[in-house]
């Protein structure tokens, strides 16, 4: 991994994280699934993202430890390194647990659970960035947005389980689609956890 400024590695390493992110959330939007084998191909994929995120922080990790100054405090420089992670995980835990349920049928509802999340990960992704230029102040826009898209997952949530259990007759799709649904909202929740670590950071350092 190379940076831009040793004076600035971690608000670069930030930033690749983040954009490791959004590549996954942008893939994870795109796939089109039509059988067994997409599925496969699908949750393989997001295992390779999650993964290429574990080492980043581990690379992060390892760097703090040898690092005396920083240009952020330690701590928040680690948890939203994690929490960036947390999204990740999450992608990676859904697309496990389609292929575990063998489904590939995703219904409106879970595509617009996608579109949500794809739009907080450009996010995320935006304010990093804009911390890594030093542009702090720019970061409460994507905050703001962040936690406007978790409201709108938190509504979703909603009017997809009651949907499901007032049109579904089969007791097993709605065990299935009620915990993929709750997956993704909880995505939306680790999401907003990075919009309240960016928001700490910038009033510390305001």
Same mark, same amino acid.
């Given at each position: 991994?190379?940076?831009?400024? $040793? !004076?600035?590695?971690? #608000?670069?390493?930030? %930033?690749?994280?983040?954009?490791?992110? @959004?590549?996954?959330?942008?893939?994870? /939007?795109?796939?089109?699934? $039509? !059988?067994?084998?997409? #599925?496969?191909?699908? %949750?393989?994929?997001?295992?390779?993202? @999650?993964?290429?995120?574990?080492?980043? /922080?581990?690379?992060?990790?390892?760097?703090?430890?040898?690092?005396?100054?920083?240009?952020?405090q330690r701590e928040d420089i680690l948890e939203l390194a994690m929490k960036m992670d947390d999204v990740l995980d999450g992608f990676e835990e859904w697309s496990m647990r389609l292929e575990i349920y063998g489904l590939t049928h995703t219904d409106e509802y879970i595509v617009k659970f996608v579109d949500y999340l794809y739009e907080s990960s450009k996010e995320i992704a935006q304010a990093t960035t804009l911390m890594?230029?030093?542009?702090l102040s720019n970061i409460r826009d994507n905050v703001i947005k962040i936690n406007d898209y978790e409201t709108e997952c938190d509504d979703l949530l909603a009017r997809c389980i009651t949907n499901l259990f007032k049109n579904e007759k089969d007791a097993i799709k709605i065990i299935q689609y009620k915990e993929l649904y709750e997956m993704l909202e909880s995505v939306a929740d680790s999401c907003e956890d990075v919009a309240d670590t960016l928001e700490t950071i910038i009033m510390r350092n305001a």
């Open positions: 991994m190379h940076f831009l400024s $040793k !004076n600035d590695k971690f #608000l670069n390493m930030l %930033s690749i994280i983040s954009l490791n992110l @959004e590549e996954a959330a942008k893939y994870f /939007v795109d796939c089109t699934i $039509k !059988n067994e084998a997409d #599925l496969h191909e699908f %949750s393989k994929k997001m295992k390779g993202y @999650e993964r290429k995120g574990d080492s980043y /922080v581990h690379e992060l990790i390892i760097a703090l430890n040898k690092t005396f100054v920083t240009p952020l890594s230029k030093k542009k």
